[in-house]
């Protein structure tokens, strides 16, 4: 007891000493770590700066936010021998007849994601929920063997009502239902629709649950991808969540997007990337029926060569990162970048410079007002920088549009769930189609031109000319873009 007691007291008397020392080890600690694993110099200076500025409380932040556990448990979970059964490789590049100045762009694309193009695809364009939702439903309602479906939101409102039915009902009549929801974005509906699929006899999964008493999560870490597979026949894939709010028509908060039909033998791949994910959440294989062709002739429609190319903070970092400057430095005329988020990081930037440069014509739409603030202060802070050399920005004056298109020349497109932020690039698991075709790219352009008309161009002099406190504003939310 008198131990006890004079160990208290001496506590007592030498508090501060220690609290130094403790702050002193465990920053020193922290800093090598950060100086070891972390490749970002901007984002390395940050962290240090904040574990030596704030004591403990600056470690603690980057041992729970700034470690990619993800990427350890990927490697051990699931090992890339395992991915090389998933995916059948093949050893010659194939350039279906492109031209001839996207070949190097084909080969150093195989490089950054060894997965080749696969021809004889079709692609059609959905606009908003409205057009979206009545076709996957009719899909999942005339399936007959197996359906996957990955979402970011899933809400459960009138929307997610007619999913949940129709889910339901296929289960009923003997289709294998498979139902992946983010740890985080499941949040969003409060959880009920994943309690409500699971009371219905429904599998279901989640991808890094944030709860969890075996484990520290991963609440930075997301899965954005939006993936319905059914039968082999037909996949759905882009950036549209799994709401009313996309229902424009009836929506009180409406939100624009945009979503993609796919058929083809890319579907495959579509559906391996839900294979992967579902096995890394739950250790099971699943057995998704493979694309088998059609005997009927091929059409002009079904002329869109394409490939998956995923991303997340484990073994496919950075792939979409290397896809978007590999395409950006083929660019010869122009360049169409549609998204709801446009916080690009210096090497992207750079790109996108270098082809204004080069005299190709830039062209980026971006929301008015997204929803979340301080993402507009951080974009508004870089459009003086973004805009030179030419590049043009406009906001579109509809509610928020959450759509992501890129368009280059007249025959690639990148489409999917991917943003231009960091949180996309760095943080979430998400998938992009990469395509080519002139009918496609067709439809995008007059897609991207309806919303340049209802948007309103960027003015350099409007921007150099707004308030001290705004331009202080924007600037200070800059620096904290890395991890927004």
């Known amino acids: 007891m008198q131990i006890f007691e004079a160990m208290v007291n001496w506590i007592y008397i030498h508090w501060v000493t220690i609290i130094v020392i403790v702050h002193i080890s465990l920053s020193a600690v922290t800093s090598l770590h950060v100086l070891l694993f972390k490749e970002n110099e901007r984002t390395s200076l940050a962290w240090i700066g904040l574990v030596i500025l704030s004591p403990v409380i600056g470690s603690l932040f980057y041992w729970l936010f700034g470690i990619n556990r993800i990427k350890r448990l990927a490697q051990k979970e699931h090992p890339q021998t395992l991915k090389q059964d998933f995916r059948q490789q093949e050893n010659t590049i194939k350039f279906h007849h492109l031209p001839k100045n996207w ?21 059609d364009p959905l606009i908003n929920g409205d057009t979206a939702y009545p076709a996957m439903l009719q899909s999942i309602n005339n399936a007959e063997r197996y359906i996957v479906l990955s979402s970011y939101i899933f809400d459960y409102d009138s929307l997610g009502h007619q ?6 009902k296929a289960h009923q009549r003997g289709v294998i239902v498979n139902v992946l929801l983010d ?21 279901t999964a989640r991808f890094l649950p944030a709860i969890s008493f075996t484990s520290i999560r991963f609440i930075n ?8 597979c059914v039968d082999g026949d037909v996949a759905y894939i882009g950036g ?13 908060h409406p939100i624009d997007d ?8 890319v579907i495959d791949q579509i559906s391996q990337v839900f294979i992967e994910d579902w096995f890394f959440a739950t250790g099971e294989l699943i057995q998704f029926p ?7 002739q091929q059409t002009k429609e079904q002329s869109v060569v394409a490939r998956v190319i995923q991303d997340g903070p484990d073994e496919d970092h950075n792939k979409i990162r290397w896809t978007l400057i590999n395409a950006l430095s083929c660019a010869q005329t122009s360049v169409k970048i549609m998204t709801p988020y446009f916080i690009p990081d210096q090497v992207l930037m750079n790109s996108l410079h270098a082809a204004a440069l080069r005299g190709v014509a830039i062209e980026i739409i971006v929301p008015q007002h997204s929803n979340i603030a301080f993402v507009d202060w951080v974009m508004e802070a870089n459009f003086s920088r973004i805009m030179q050399h030419g ?34 690039l760095e943080f979430n698991f998400e998938i992009n189609l990469e395509c080519f075709d002139k009918d496609l790219n067709a439809k995008l352009s007059v897609f991207f031109a309806l919303k340049k008309h209802n948007a309103i161009p960027v003015i350099e002099a409007q921007i150099n000319g707004l308030p001290n406190y705004k331009k202080i504003r924007n600037n200070l939310f800059r620096l904290f873009s890395p991890y927004l």
């Open 290 to 296: 493979c694309f088998v062709p059609k005997p009927a």
């Open 221 to 228: 870490l997301r899965n954005h991808r939006k993936i319905l």
């Open 258 to 265: 945009i979503h993609f039909k796919v058929t083809g033998p």
């Open 103 to 123: 070949h190097c762009a084909i080969i150093a694309g195989y490089t950054i994601h060894p997965v080749n193009f696969v021809a004889s695809n079709r692609v």
């Open 163 to 168: 999913f949940v039915d129709a889910l339901a």
């Open 240 to 252: 549209m969540n799994l709401s009313q709010n996309n229902v424009v028509s009836t929506a009180v």
């Open 183 to 203: 740890g985080i974005g499941i949040g969003y509906s409060w959880h009920k629709s994943d309690r409500v699929l699971k009371k219905l006899g429904i599998k």
């Open 391 to 424: 590049i043009q920005i406009y906001k579109n004056s509809r509610p928020f549009d959450h759509s992501k298109i890129v368009i280059i020349d007249d025959l690639w497109s990148f489409i999917g769930s991917t943003n231009w932020d960091a949180r996309s």
